[in-house]
C-alpha cells in the first residue's frame, strides 16, 4: 500500500499491547483515520511528544488491507499544545475540541471546513483565554455539520426576531419568539445573537483581546450544547466540566 500524507490533529491515544498506541487522528486529506503506531511507548525516534492529544502534525500512515487500522509510520509535530503554559481550564477546553471531532466525525470522511476551524482555533486557546475560541469552535462545528437553527425567526410562527428577545428549551429544535416559549425556556440575548453573526463573519483571531461579558458567552453556549445534545442524544463528557468551570 502507498505511504499516505496529510496535515492532522492527534484526537485520542489509548495502549495497545505492550509498547503500541492506538491512535485517532483526524487529517485534512482523509477525515478521521485510526491507526496503530508500532513501538510507540517504547521508541522516542519517530513519535516522540508528536502523540500528545491536540498536537497538530504531518502524519504519514499505510491502510493495510483486510483492516480498519492504519499502520501509522511517523508524526512531525507542526504545532504542539504543550508549547504554551497549561492549566486546567485550557486543558478542559482542548479536551472538549478533541471530544467533539471524534463524536461528530465519521471516520474516513473529508470536512476541509472543520479541520481549518479546528486547527485555527487550537492556535487561539491560551491560558487564561478559552471561553471565546471555544464558543467560536461550537457554534460553527454546528453550522458547518448542518444542525444550526437560523438565529433570526422564530420556528413555530416565523417572526423575525431581530429586535425582540429569544428563547430556547430543551425540547425544542431552535429559537422562538416570545408569544411562543414554553415555560422553563431560556431567553437568547439579542447580544448574544449578534455576537454570533459576527463570529459567522470574522475570523476566531479577530476577537482576540476583546473583552466580552461571561453571560453572553453562557446562554449562546448552552443554547449550542442542547443543540449537540439532541443530536446526539446524550451530553458530553467535556461539557459537564466546561459548565463546573463557567
Given at each position: 500500500?502507498?505511504?499516505k ?19 485517532t ?9 485510526k ?26 500512515w ?7 487500522l492504519?499502520r501509522?509510520?511517523?508524526?512531525d ?14 486543558c478542559?477546553?482542548?479536551a ?27 492556535q ?20 458547518l455539520m448542518?444542525?444550526l ?7 413555530e410562527?416565523g ?26 425556556s431560556?431567553?437568547l440575548?439579542?447580544?448574544?445573537r449578534d455576537l ?14 476583546e ?36
Open positions: 500500500m502507498p505511504l500524507q496529510s496535515e492532522a490533529i492527534v484526537l485520542r491515544t489509548y495502549p495497545l499491547r505492550e509498547a503500541d498506541l492506538l491512535v487522528l483526524f487529517t485534512r486529506s482523509e477525515g478521521k483515520v491507526g496503530v503506531a508500532k513501538s510507540a511507548k517504547r521508541s522516542q525516534k519517530r513519535f516522540g511528544g508528536a502523540l500528545e492529544p491536540l498536537t497538530c502534525v504531518r502524519a504519514s499505510q491502510d493495510r488491507e483486510g483492516s480498519e492504519a501509522l509510520d511517523s508524526c509535530v507542526l504545532l504542539s499544545p504543550l508549547a504554551s503554559p497549561m492549566d486546567y481550564p485550557r478542559v477546553a482542548l472538549h475540541v478533541a471530544e467533539m471531532l471524534d463524536e461528530l466525525m465519521p471516520d474516513r470522511e473529508t470536512n476541509d471546513g472543520i479541520f481549518r476551524l479546528a486547527w485555527s482555533v487550537l487561539s486557546l491560551e491560558e487564561g483565554s478559552i471561553w471565546l475560541p471555544v464558543t467560536y469552535f461550537d457554534l460553527w462545528t454546528l453550522r448542518g444542525f437553527p437560523p438565529l433570526d425567526e422564530c420556528i410562527c417572526r423575525p426576531l431581530a429586535s425582540q428577545p429569544a428563547w430556547f428549551h430543551a425540547q425544542r429544535d431552535g429559537l422562538v419568539c416570545e408569544h411562543d416559549r414554553r415555560p422553563a431560556t431567553a440575548s439579542l447580544e448574544s454570533a453573526l459576527r463570529m459567522f463573519r470574522n475570523p476566531v483571531d479577530h476577537f482576540s483581546g473583552l466580552l461579558p461571561t453571560s453572553r458567552l453562557a446562554d449562546l453556549r448552552k443554547f449550542l450544547m442542547q443543540i449537540l445534545v439532541r443530536h446526539l442524544d446524550r451530553k458530553l463528557l467535556t461539557s459537564t466540566q466546561l459548565e463546573r468551570l463557567d
